[in-house]
C-alpha cells in the first residue's frame, strides 16, 4: 500500500496563477482532509470531504476550492493564488466510524507564490 | 479562544531525562484524542491515542482529564531520536484540530 500519496511535491506559482493539488488514498478512507501548516500556526483545515461527492469547509476555505469526485482521491485547487499562500499543504485521511482513528497524512506539497 | 492549545517550547533536556507536555482543548463535546509527532519538514504521524483511563506504549504515557479538558504526554528516559515536535490533536465533530506543537530536543 503507497497510503497517502500527493502530488507535486514542490510547486512555485506566480501571483494570480491557478493550480490544482492532487492527493490519493489507497486505504479505502471515507474521510479526507486539506490543511495548510504554516509557521507557528500549527495545521489548519481548509475544507474536508465526509464522502464521495461531499465536501465542507473548514477553518481557513476562503481562496480554495476542492472535488471528490472518486472515494480515492481529493483534489485541492488554488483559482487565483496570492503571496498569503504560500505554505506547506497536507491532505490526510482516515476511517469513519463510531470509532474515530487516526488520520494518515501525505508527505506535504510546499508551494511558494511570489 | 483556540480549540487546542499547547505550551511551545522549546524543551531542551539531556538524554535519560523525563519531560512532559500538556494540552488542553475549550470544547466539552470533543470526542477523541490524540498525539503525533512532527519530525522537521516531514508529515504529522501518530504517536498515540489519549484514553480516558490514560495508556502507556513504552517510554511513553498518556493521560486525559475530560473535567479540566487537560490531555498530557509523558516520555521517560527520553532518546536522542525522540527528538522533534509533538502536536495535541482532538477530534470534534467531524474535524481534527491541532495544537501548535511542542518542539523537543535531547541533548547528548
Known amino acids: 500500500n503507497a497510503g497517502v500519496t500527493q502530488t507535486p511535491k514542490f510547486r512555485v506559482l506566480k501571483t494570480g496563477q491557478s493550480m490544482t493539488l492532487l492527493c490519493a488514498q489507497d486505504m479505502n478512507h471515507e474521510y479526507m482532509y486539506w490543511y495548510r501548516q504554516d509557521p507557528g500556526m500549527g495545521l489548519r483545515l481548509i475544507h474536508y470531504?465526509?464522502?464521495?461527492?461531499?465536501?465542507a469547509k473548514g477553518e481557513v476555505p476562503d481562496g480554495y476550492n476542492v472535488s471528490r469526485l472518486k472515494k480515492q482521491n481529493f483534489l485541492l485547487g488554488l483559482e487565483s493564488a496570492a503571496p498569503s499562500q504560500t505554505s506547506v499543504y497536507f491532505c490526510?485521511?482516515?476511517?469513519?466510524?463510531?470509532?474515530?482513528?487516526?488520520?494518515?497524512f501525505g508527505p506535504g506539497t510546499r508551494l511558494t507564490v511570489t | 479562544r483556540k480549540e487546542v492549545e499547547q505550551d511551545p517550547g522549546p524543551f531542551n533536556v539531556p538524554e535519560g531525562a523525563t519531560v512532559a507536555f500538556n494540552c488542553t482543548y475549550s470544547?466539552?463535546?470533543?470526542?477523541?484524542f490524540f498525539w503525533y509527532r512532527q519530525d522537521c519538514r516531514k508529515e504529522p504521524k501518530l504517536l498515540m491515542s489519549v484514553y480516558s483511563s490514560g495508556n502507556e506504549d513504552g517510554r511513553f504515557t498518556a493521560q486525559l482529564n475530560r473535567a479540566s479538558q487537560y490531555i498530557s504526554l509523558l516520555i521517560r528516559d527520553s532518546k536522542l531520536s525522540d527528538s522533534a515536535t509533538y502536536l495535541c490533536v482532538v477530534f470534534t465533530g467531524n474535524q481534527f484540530y491541532f495544537g501548535t506543537g511542542t518542539s523537543l530536543t535531547v541533548i547528548p
Open positions: 490526510a485521511s482516515s476511517y469513519s466510524g463510531v470509532y474515530i482513528y487516526e488520520q494518515y
Open positions: 470544547n466539552s463535546a470533543s470526542q477523541s
Open positions: 470531504s465526509v464522502g464521495e461527492g461531499t465536501t
